[in-house]
């Protein structure tokens, strides 16, 4: 696999990597939009490295396809300020990969895929209601709004608090009480939907308004029928140990026609099979821990049989 940094001129210039094997073959592309936070183009965090992103790209390239991967706006090497940024800034950023994407000689213009993984995915999913993409590959994040992800994380803290023993565990119970949390986030989004900047304060932190009054527009059932209107293949992949993401959202996605899930057993958000009692207060090293195992294989698989029936044959 040969690697090349690139900086993609747009609203604001965006640092990338284009991967690929051979640049005399014309081949399908595959855009990678990060989850939310400020990981790099890698899935890289400070403390934290997965490199999903780098192993997803190494696959579709195994696959036959060329992969861009970039930070998002204000990360890394990417221009433009973090802080404010909404999902119209990401949507905009992904449109710009989308456009270099057709640019590159190498790629087939009416096979670029869009991978979004997490935040990513709804990302991508809005994205295809105004760019042409030939397909969508959404993990651990289709058909569901930032509120619903918010509630069922709240959900899962509470419930993880509960087995935890001793004073740590009371500690834990007291401060996470799933009502008082859905009432602080209920408030937030409130707080946010009235602010005129993009700002605000809360509670002495200063927060990204805009990044939750856009998120605030979407809901659930918005993004399920933007991949109904979308016709094209959609593979949606989401673990029963994800704990960002809840799979059975799924169940609103049995009926679409277009789209396959597949929900793999014990496979969690970095889409590695997990190795203990998968509590959400142990997740980051749970991801630091199995980082360094390779990608599931039924969900490689899946993904290699859906990219090839649809854009290799």
Same mark, same amino acid.
């Given at each position: 696999? *040969?690697? +090349? ?17 051979? =640049? ?33 790209? +190494? ?36 449109? /710009?990969?989308?456009?270099?994407? =057709? ?14 993984? /997490? +935040?990513?995915?709804? *990302? ?58 859905? !009432? ?8 946010? !939907? ?14 990204? !308004? ?20 979308? =016709? =094209? ?71 290699? +049989? ?8």
């Amino acid at each position: 696999m *040969i690697e +090349e940094n690139v900086l993609i001129k747009g609203k604001v210039n965006i640092g990338a990597t284009v991967s690929y094997i051979d =640049k005399d073959k014309v081949s399908p592309a595959i855009i990678i939009i990060t989850g939310s936070g400020e990981a790099d183009r890698d899935g890289n965090i400070s403390g934290l490295k997965t490199d999903i992103y780098k192993d997803l790209a +190494e696959l579709f390239v195994s696959f036959g396809c060329v992969v861009i991967r970039y930070d998002k706006r204000g990360v890394n090497e990417s221009e433009g300020d973090y802080s404010t940024i909404g999902p119209s800034d990401l949507v905009k950023d992904a449109s /710009s990969v989308l456009m270099y994407a =057709k640019t590159l000689k190498f790629v087939d213009k009416t096979k670029v895929i869009v991978c979004g993984h /997490s +935040e990513g995915a709804m *990302i991508a999913t809005i994205l295809a209601g105004s760019e042409k993409t030939a397909g969508l590959l959404l993990l651990s994040g289709a058909g569901v709004c930032l509120h619903d992800v918010q509630l069922y994380q709240n959900r899962l803290i509470s419930q993880g608090a509960k087995k935890i023993k001793g004073f740590r565990g009371i500690g834990l119970r007291f401060q996470t009480s799933q009502k008082r949390a859905d !009432a602080n986030l209920k408030r937030l989004y409130e707080k946010c !939907a009235s602010a005129k900047g993009d700002t605000i304060t809360l509670d002495k932190t200063d927060l990204n !308004a805009k990044w939750i009054r856009e998120h605030g527009l979407y809901s659930s059932d918005d993004y399920v029928n933007m991949l109904i209107k979308y =016709k =094209k293949p959609v593979l949606a992949i989401t673990g029963t140990a994800d704990v960002v993401m809840d799979y059975k959202i799924h169940d609103n996605l049995a009926n679409v026609p277009n789209v396959e899930v597949y929900t793999p057993m014990s496979v969690n958000y970095i889409l590695r099979e997990i190795d203990d009692d998968n509590n959400i207060f142990n997740s980051l090293a749970q991801y630091s821990r199995l980082s360094n195992q390779p990608i599931h294989a039924g969900t490689k698989n899946i993904m290699k +049989e859906w990219i090839s029936k649809n854009f290799i044959y």
